[in-house]
């Protein structure tokens, strides 16, 4: 009788999605990029001109953005998720073509 009512209870249990469901990862490699990129862009400050500046910067808030997405992107409603989304790929589309402008400038012109 209790192994019935155990089978019965497991079919009317709320189905749990796990697509949802948060990834098993803690991500601490994306964590130590965040911190390498910020360490390389405070200590680099002095050195580096405006366009590097800001490529740096753009590059870490665009896997800070990364990092929010993926592991806490479950708890996001659709509109903010959709707005981080997008601001992880504008920065990091802005950050290569900052990148770009640096090669340019550095070695073409």
Do not use: C
Request: glycine letters at 8%; proline letters at 3%.
């Amino acid at each position: 009788m209790a192994r019935m009512l155990k089978k019965l209870k497991q079919k009317h249990a709320p189905q749990t999605d796990a697509a949802s469901a948060p990834p098993t990862g803690k991500g601490y490699l994306i964590l130590g990029i965040v911190l390498f990129t910020l360490t390389l862009t405070i200590a680099g400050w002095e050195m580096f001109d405006a366009v590097s500046r800001a490529m740096y910067i753009l590059l870490t808030i665009s896997l800070g953005l990364t990092y929010t997405n993926r592991y806490h992107g479950h708890r996001l409603s659709e509109t903010q998720r959709m707005l981080v989304t997008r601001g992880s790929f504008a920065t990091i589309g802005l950050a290569a073509a900052l990148f770009l402008m640096e090669l340019y400038q550095r070695y073409i012109a």
